[in-house]
C-alpha cells in the first residue's frame, strides 16, 4: 500500500508544505519564501519570519492540497522539521503538524531539518551506502559518513562560521542583495581568481573553519575603501569563492582517500552552487566514486526533502507525541 506523507518545514525564511509519497515521489509542493521583505533588511529578521509563517501556514496548506488533488483524510502521517532553525519559525510549523495530527488523528513525525536536505538526494536518485554526505548550509557545514539509513557518525565540522554564512557576509561587503549565495556566485562568473585570501583551515583533520576567510575580506574591502581604492568586486568574488570551494574539495578528497567509500551525497543550500558540483564531479570522476546532488529546487529549503527524510521513520513507527518542540540546535550524531 503507498504512503502518502504530509510534510511540513519552516525552519528559516520559507513556509512550505509538500505531499510526498512512498519518500519518493513528490506529489505536491509548495514554498512560500519570505525572501523579499528580509532583503528589505539585508537578512532574515527572527521576529518578521516567525510573523510571516503564522500568515501563510493555512494558505500553504490549502494550496499543496489543492495541488495533490487530495484530502488530509488521505495522509498517512504529518511530518515537521522540529531543529536546527530559529526557534519562532520552527515553532509555527510545530504547532501546524500538532493540530493536523490531532484533528485528523494521524502520528507526527519529527524530522531533523539537516537529515531532510541529505534525504532530499533521495528523491530522483537513490542513495546507497555506505556514503560520505557533505551539508553545505546557511547554518552548517559538515562531513559525515553513513553507513546505514539514519546511521551517522561526523567526521568533521565548522569549528566557526558555516559556508553559507560567509557567502552571506561577503555578499553585504560587495553591497549584494541577500540572500547573498547566488548573488555572490553570479557576480563571480565575470571575475578572475586575482586576490590573494588565507587558507580557511591548514590542519589535517576534517574541522572546516571559515571565520579566518570572512574577516579578511571584510578587511580588504575596509582598507582598500579608506584609502580610496577601488575593490575589483568581480574578481573578489571569484577569488572567495575559489578559496571557499576548494577548501571543501580538499576535505571530501582526504574522506574519499581514507574511508575508501565511493559514493558522495552534497546537501543544504550550497549545494546549488555550480562551482562546487563541477569541483565536486571532477574529484568524483578522479576516484570513481558516485555524486549525488538535488536539483536546484530541492537544494535550498522544501518540504518536500522533510517527507522523504520521515518515510525512514513512519516504516519504522518513530513518532513522537504532542510534547514535540522546537530546538535551535539540532546535532545529527
Ligand atoms: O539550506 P538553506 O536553504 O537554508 C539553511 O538551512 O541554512 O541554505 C541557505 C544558504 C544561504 O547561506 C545561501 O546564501 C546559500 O545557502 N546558497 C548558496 C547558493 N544558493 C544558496 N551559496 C552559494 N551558491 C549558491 N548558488
Ligand atoms: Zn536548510
Not at 501556514?57 to 484530502?71: P, R
Not at 552571506?168 to 581568481?193: F, Q, S, W
Not at 569541483?279 to 526533502?305: F, G, S, V, W
Amino acid at each position: 500500500m503507498d504512503t502518502y506523507i504530509l510534510a511540513i518545514e519552516s525552519s528559516c525564511d520559507e513556509t512550505s508544505m509538500a505531499v510526498v509519497k512512498n519518500g519518493k515521489e513528490v506529489v505536491a509542493l509548495t514554498i512560500a519564501t519570505q525572501m523579499d521583505t528580509h532583503a528589505l533588511y539585508g537578512g532574515v529578521v527572527p521576529e518578521i519570519a516567525s510573523r510571516m509563517h503564522t500568515e501563510a501556514i493555512t494558505l500553504v496548506l490549502e494550496d499543496v492540497l489543492k495541488k495533490a488533488n487530495m484530502k488530509m483524510e488521505d495522509m498517512n502521517a504529518i511530518a515537521v522539521a522540529y531543529a536546527p532553525g530559529l526557534t519562532g519559525s520552527l515553532i509555527v510549523g510545530i504547532e501546524a503538524a500538532k493540530t493536523l495530527a490531532l484533528i485528523y488523528n494521524k502520528p507526527l513525525i519529527a524530522v531533523n531539518h539537516l537529515i531532510g536536505h541529505i534525504y532530499a538526494n533521495n528523491i530522483e536518485d537513490e542513495m546507497e551506502y555506505p556514503m560520505l554526505a557533505l551539508i553545505v548550509s546557511g547554518g552548517h557545514t559538515e562531513l559525515l559518513v553513513m553507513e546505514d539509513d539514519y546511521t551517522f557518525r561526523k567526521l568533521g565540522e565548522t569549528l566557526d562560521d558555516a559556508i553559507g554564512e560567509c557567502y552571506d557576509k561577503v555578499a553585504r561587503v560587495l553591497d549584494l542583495k541577500y540572500p547573498g549565495g547566488p548573488n555572490v556566485e553570479k557576480l563571480a562568473l565575470e571575475g578572475r581568481h586575482t586576490y590573494t585570501l588565507p587558507k580557511p583551515v591548514m590542519d589535517d583533520t576534517y574541522n572546516f573553519s571559515y571565520s579566518g576567510l570572512k574577516s579578511a575580506i571584510i578587511n580588504l574591502v575596509h582598507n582598500e575603501s579608506q584609502r580610496g581604492n577601488e575593490i575589483r568586486r568581480a574578481d573578489l568574488a571569484k577569488s572567495f569563492q575559489e578559496v571557499a570551494i576548494d577548501e571543501l574539495v580538499r576535505k571530501v578528497e582526504k574522506a574519499l582517500k581514507e574511508t575508501k567509500i565511493k559514493r558522495l551525497v552534497v546537501a543544504g543550500g550550497v549545494s546549488a552552487n555550480k562551482y562546487l558540483k563541477e569541483e565536486m564531479q571532477k574529484l568524483c570522476d578522479k576516484y570513481e566514486a558516485k555524486l549525488l546532488i538535488p536539483r536546484l529546487l530541492y537544494c535550498t529549503d522544501n518540504a518536500a526533502m522533510i517527507g522523504a527524510a520521515a518515510y525512514p521513520l513512519y516504516l519504522k513507527k518513530e513518532f513522537s507525541d504532542f510534547r514535540l518542540n522546537a530546538s535551535s540546535s539540532g546535532d545529527i550524531c
